[in-house]
């Protein structure tokens, strides 16, 4: 709590899975001395984990625990989501977020659905193909959730999880031997995102991407989405993982700038376990100063030094509490 106050954090989003009962969440809005909001983000990734059915079939019957719901195809478990996406809601959440290797976009019937389901839940395998339809499924279907709510969806996009089995089976997943994917991205997430545009529920999107070979792809797909009415509504996400750090957010600062703009941009996010690493939005913050700085030196941005003052504020704090629009949280 006190690095927190000394930080002068006002918001802090956690990342929770659907089935968390958020008490801990509960606990600290009664608190009256913390005047830090801690809020839950809506992460359902597991959801998609159809590469691991044991591991699957157990999140299933926990989910069917928690919602109330008896999952035993694919709408029961779109009715459990959002049961509990109305959970989350009414605990403050406001974003979700998803882990995905990369956009999907195949799609299929519900019957076909319901018969992945199936198969996975009793523990067999189903093809790459038959993953990718499913997963595509209930993105769409989370994304759908999103925008009736005025939430904001995000999408880490990129990561090539779990790579080295022997370490995978010592430690479990997530202990550091995962690396950037490089595979196929543009047209599945323009059909992701036009479906979405074209049925009007595309709600407000923050992409990230891990792999910086695709920095130009990603910023030019999200400019078409832009719609005219929410100012900064298509985000290109700020530098994650392994590109953050000086290059890597520089070059996310350019591409932005060259594919977008710079002055709508929601900032630095800290997406790590760790308090200590608040400092980050200290580091992207000297980092863009002297970006802009430099760029004033050279006669490519104006030499004035209150405009860019507002610039900054407004990248590092306002934008993001105009854009997020957390109940009672004000620029």
């Given at each position: 709590?006190g ?5 002068n954090?006002?918001?802090v989003?956690t ?13 600290i809005?009664?608190d009256?001395?913390f005047?830090?909001?801690?809020l839950p983000?809506?992460?359902p990734?597991?959801?998609l984990?159809l590469?691991d059915?044991?591991?699957?079939h ?22 459990a ?5 109305d959970y ?7 974003i979700?977020d ?6 999907y ?6 019957g076909?659905?319901?018969q ?12 790459q ?7 595509f ?6 994304a ?7 939430w904001v969806q995000q ?9 080295n ?7 479990g997943?997530d ?6 994917a490089d ?7 323009v ?8 049925e ?5 999107t ?8 695709v920095?130009?792809v ?8 832009q719609?005219g009415?929410?100012?900064?509504k298509?985000q ?8 953050d ?15 977008g703009?710079l002055?709508?941009f ?9 308090f ?5 939005h200290?580091?992207?913050?000297r980092?863009?100063?002297?970006l ?6 050279r ?6 030094f ?6 900054v504020?407004?990248i590092c704090?306002r934008?993001?509490v ?8 004000t620029?």
């Amino acid at each position: 709590r006190g690095l927190l106050k000394q930080f002068n954090v006002v918001v802090v989003c956690t990342t929770d899975d659907p089935t968390d009962d958020l008490r801990y969440h509960t606990q600290i809005a009664q608190d009256g001395e913390f005047k830090v909001r801690v809020l839950p983000t809506f992460r359902p990734d597991r959801a998609l984990m159809l590469e691991d059915p044991d591991r699957f079939h157990l999140w299933i019957n926990r989910l069917s625990e928690v919602s109330g719901v008896e999952v035993k195809d694919f709408p029961t478990l779109i009715e459990a989501l959002r049961k509990r996406h109305d959970y989350f809601h009414e605990r403050g959440c406001r974003i979700s977020d998803h882990g995905i290797e990369q956009f999907y976009c195949e799609e299929t019937t519900e019957g076909d659905l319901n018969q992945i389901f199936r198969q996975v839940y009793n523990g067999r395998s189903v093809s790459q193909n038959e993953r990718n339809k499913f997963k595509f499924a209930v993105l769409y279907e989370c994304a759908v959730m999103d925008y009736e709510k005025g939430w904001v969806q995000q999408f880490h996009v990129g990561a090539l999880r779990n790579n080295n089995t022997k370490m995978f089976q010592l430690l479990g997943p997530d202990t550091g031997f995962d690396a950037i994917a490089d595979g196929n991205l543009a047209r599945c997430m323009v059909r992701f995102f036009d479906r979405l545009e074209m049925e009007g529920k595309l709600a407000k999107t923050i992409v990230y991407n891990l792999n910086p070979a695709v920095n130009e792809v990603v910023a030019s797909i999200l400019a078409c989405f832009q719609d005219g009415q929410i100012p900064g509504k298509m985000q290109y996400g700020a530098a994650w993982w392994f590109l953050d750090q000086r290059d890597g957010i520089l070059k996310q600062l350019e591409t932005l700038s060259n594919f977008g703009l710079l002055s709508r941009f929601v900032g630095m996010l800290t997406d790590s376990r760790s308090f200590l690493s608040f400092v980050r939005h200290e580091y992207f913050r000297r980092i863009l100063c002297n970006l802009l700085g430099s760029e004033m030196e050279r006669g490519l941005l104006p030499n004035d030094f209150d405009m860019m003052a507002e610039l900054v504020r407004d990248i590092c704090y306002r934008n993001a509490v105009r854009y997020f629009n957390f109940p009672g949280v004000t620029a």
